[in-house]
């Protein structure tokens, strides 16, 4: 007899997910976290008056109660959609770019169009077509790919077929001339982390569309409220969660898992072990090397680790309306070539990226205390220059890049600065401490079309092993919450057989 | 999705050939191995194994104790803490002090330990310290430090006794690198003979015209020459002349943080200008506002541990003294109330928590508490 059915290492979305799906099911499980608080990257922390929200922007795939969308399933078979309050967002963004564009897409696809349209006349049918075409191509998506229909072909799913694999850029170079129109479509890429010369279509489709059907969406109480209730629902269903309690080591034998043995030096044994930390945590430093199937080892080395963020959570002694925030969600742009704007990711300096300020207050006015606001500036920035820093010299970098960020800001909009009153600037790095995963990637390996789970299994071939999270599939909310619940689905098949 | 529908998708061919060409020259992540750990402990050690080279004698009731590694330091910013682990009498216990010595001096962090009338720890370690002996401490900690994004480049530094130690390593720190900052400090003191620091701030304020050193004595003795009693907002009106355009930093036992910060805020000066420290848990919690008028501080009640033992703690006491006198390891940083490291979940019982506990809004929803700041008053089940 084993100490418990299952073991989850990481109590990030997935881990989460996961083990309160098995608890709920009967199944005796175990959640075990590094850190003091549930949630990885779904998190928060005070300062002075303000609880900074750590990740959550725009949750996806949520829906209403007459049209809901995926997540809402998920959420309710957890027991958890009624104890969360959510918050509907008017918006999917404001898009900026100095001097040259300012468009504000609601989220709903008549008004979209008809926003596009009227700053870019001269592509008119361009921009009706274009939305005609994501909105068919992805409802094949659907489905083929997420229904699974028994009966597919080429002749049932055209579009499906052509396109599944076609990058974004290509896409959006057929349908349009202008390069800002190009941007004002194509901006929610950073939120996958790979430019649109790259991106598969698929997910661009996949953002638009879900954005403006199921409506983006945030939560009172922001990230940690939902880990927070994750959590208390596991409790309550017989699940054990040490915090804390990082895994050093998974035990193998023969090929099959035994259990893991902790920092403290407890082994606990169980039939499965589902891993939220990432492939490389897992395989490398949780397992000898002659424990791992070579094929995994390879498998990995066609993947690169993916971007991290440099982000200055603001707190302001004001009302975002003071600030001429208006917007809960402003792509602010430095340029329309994506691919500078990607490369300028893989510098230190914030001097020339583009960058996203979310102020949470403009959806949800009692996000902060009263008379107050919070804002999250955010800009896709790779771990590896942040590494190769002298330590003596991480916090004047720290501030220099904030620096440059806050004087771009103040174009947009301006008096920002002057009325910060709390600020806190996380870093590749501390995503890196807070998260244990390489390159502080909280997207996991770079998502190119070679990444996606139609071509990389997220379980390895370890009997009894399985991954879950933003380094087994797509990063982000809904993906990764869904992707708890489905190990979980796995593994209770497994534990049956 | 099965793999001959996968063939049949245009480009296909093309992703499987950029994979096996990827295979055949990518990353070998296993030699990776040990990395991240290695990049996050030159910053953010979990924990420092450290030893005393020296002690410095300040004052009757103040030492320095000098911590070295014998290698590497993480970086830190003035102003910071790190928190102790210590082992005394049985019970695993630990405080949090800040640095006294300055950033720019990379092979020792210095604390200073003023004594704490009955404190557990203040008295071991002005009395049992010793040269030689190991400390394990936490990696630098706090947000107590000049923002130069946020903060004016004129500091006015407020002090209280123990609460000298961030501003010396600030002040340290501008004159021997020649930062251009200009500080005021006021110093507030119990006796004149009882200083920390005196002679040093005295001479640098002397040598150096960007520092302004205004040590104020609550019981001066007779031949004292300087300002007496405490730090009001008359002093700093009266030594400032012009309030704004500067920025306050406060730092001290709970007594005099609870005089000042009245003092301060009454001169109008605005929220985002004045930063703060508190060190450690008040004396007296019952005195507090919103203490039930039914509870005494010696009163006695038992913690049930879920799936586990039942210890008794008293009502008086932050809850994580009881905890640690009983064997039961909770982590810590700044023990007051800021850091949430000690969270804990109250399952059923009431406690009392101070104003200025930083708790998460989802966290008290959930009942979770931070044990180093909540006080029982009555019998408690919590989950560690
Ligand atoms: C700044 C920022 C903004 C974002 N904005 C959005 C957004 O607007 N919308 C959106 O959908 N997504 C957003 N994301 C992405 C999203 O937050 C993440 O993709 C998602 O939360 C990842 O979840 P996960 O399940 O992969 O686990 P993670 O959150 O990565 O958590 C992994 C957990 O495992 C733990 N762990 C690791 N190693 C061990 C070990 N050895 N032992 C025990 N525990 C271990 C870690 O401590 C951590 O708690 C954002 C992320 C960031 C950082
Ligand atoms: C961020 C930070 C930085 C700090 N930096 C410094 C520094 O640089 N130098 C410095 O000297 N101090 C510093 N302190 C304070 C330090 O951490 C300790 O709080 C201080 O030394 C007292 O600890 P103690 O163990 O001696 O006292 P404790 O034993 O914790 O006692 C504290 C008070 O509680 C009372 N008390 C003790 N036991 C009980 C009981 N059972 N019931 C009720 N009341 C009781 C005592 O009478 C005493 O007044 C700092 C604190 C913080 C939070
Ligand atoms: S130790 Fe920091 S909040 Fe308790």
Partial sequence: MTDYDVIVIGAGNAGLTAATSLALKGTRVILLERHNIPGGCATSFCRGRFEFEVSLHQLSGLGTAKSPGPLRATLNSLGVLDKLHFVEMRDLYRVIMPGRLDVTLRANRNEAVQELQKKFPAEKEAIASFFDFVYKFFQEVIGAFYLNDPEISRQKYPLFFQYALADSQSILDKYFQDPLLKLALSVYWTYMGVPPRHLPFSDLAALLFAYIEFRPFHMKGGSQMLSNTLLDQLLRHGGTARFNCAVERILVKDGAVRGVKTEQGDEITARCVLSNASPIATYIEMMDRDEVPEPLITQMRSSTVGTSFFTIYMGFDCDPSELGITETTNFICATTDSDRDYTESKRLECDESSFIISCYDVSDPDFSPPGTCQAALVTMKYAEPWLRLPPSQYASVKYRCAEQLLARSEEVFPGLWGHLEEMEIATPITHMRYLGHPGGGPYGFDQYAKDSTMFVSPKPPIVGLYGAGAWYGSAGYQPTLMSGASAARAILKELKA | ?384
């Fill in chain 2, 1 to 384: 999705m099965k793999t001959e529908i996968l063939q049949q998708l245009d480009g296909y061919g093309d992703v499987i050939k950029e994979i096996e060409v990827l295979r055949k020259y990518g990353y070998d992540y296993s030699i990776d191995r040990g990395t991240i750990r290695q990049y996050i402990d030159r910053l953010h050690p979990a924990s420092l194994d450290l030893k005393i080279v020296d002690i410095i004698e300040e004052t009757p009731s103040a030492r320095t104790l000098r911590l070295a590694s014998g290698g590497y330091l993480p970086p830190f910013q003035a102003g910071q803490y790190i928190a102790l682990t210590l082992d005394i009498g049985g019970v695993r216990t630990g405080r949090a002090y800040s640095i006294s010595s300055p950033p720019n001096q990379t092979g020792y962090y210095d604390i200073t330990v003023r004594r704490v009338e009955e404190g557990y720890v203040s008295s071991y370690l002005l009395e049992e310290a010793s040269p030689g002996q190991r400390i394990v401490t936490s990696g630098p900690s706090g947000n107590f430090f000049f923002h130069p994004i946020l903060h004016d480049r004129t500091m006015v530094l407020i002090a209280g006794g123990s609460g000298i130690t961030p501003f010396m390593s600030m002040i340290r720190e501008i004159v021997q690198c020649g930062i251009d900052r200009e500080v005021y400090l006021f110093y507030g003191n119990r006796s004149d003979d009882d200083v920390i620091f005196h002679d040093e701030l005295t001479e640098i304020s002397s040598t150096f015209s960007n520092i302004h050193y205004i040590p104020v004595i609550e019981k001066p003795s007779r031949n004292y020459k300087g300002l007496a009693g405490y730090i009001t907002a008359d002093v700093l009106t009266k030594e400032l002349r012009e309030l704004s355009g500067k920025t306050y930093y406060l730092c001290g036992p709970p007594a005099m943080y609870d005089f000042c910060l009245p003092q301060i805020e009454g001169l109008g000066i605005p929220k985002k200008k004045i930063r703060r420290e508190m060190y450690g848990t008040p004396k007296g919690i019952s005195a507090h506002p919103g203490w039930p008028s039914g509870v005494k501080e010696d009163a006695v009640v038992t913690v049930l541990l879920q799936g586990g033992r039942t210890i008794t703690a008293s009502s008086g006491e932050p809850l994580l003294n009881s905890l640690e006198r009983n064997g039961v390891i909770v982590p810590f940083l700044c023990r007051s109330g800021e850091c949430s490291m000690c969270r804990v979940k109250l399952l059923s019982g009431k406690v009392f928590q101070p104003e200025g506990v930083l708790l998460r809004k989802s966290d008290r929803e959930y009942g979770y508490i931070h044990s180093c700041a909540a006080y029982p008053l009555e019998d408690l089940e919590i989950l560690i």
